[in-house]
């Protein structure tokens, strides 16, 4: 979320399944709306939204023995995937 929320894009290993995806958009949808219940410093810009894979990469780095999906969902990394948000 931290980098979602300096307007970045985020390179991250991912299993590839629509569930997992599915689960990364609520998760990021929630914690942004959680930020904003809270309050943010008054320097910091917040922004709704949901992160959804952007593209997967042609050119694959390699990937490392027994990388797991960066979301937590337990599956083995599958590809390189951009993460971000439209605005």
């Known amino acids: 979320m931290t980098t979602l929320n300096k307007k970045m894009l985020a390179r991250v290993l991912w299993c590839d399944r629509k569930a ?6 609520e998760r990021s949808k929630e914690e ?3 930020a904003l219940k809270e309050g ?3 320097n910091e810009e917040l922004l709704t939204g949901a992160a959804k894979t952007l593209c997967i990469p042609f050119d694959q780095k390699p990937i490392p023995s027994g990388a797991k999906c960066f979301c937590g969902c337990g599956q083995d990394a599958k590809v390189w995937a951009v993460f ?3 605005y």
């Open 32 to 34: 942004s709306i959680a």
């Open 20 to 25: 997992c995806e599915e689960q990364i958009k």
């Open 40 to 42: 943010a410093d008054q």
């Open 84 to 86: 971000g948000r439209t």
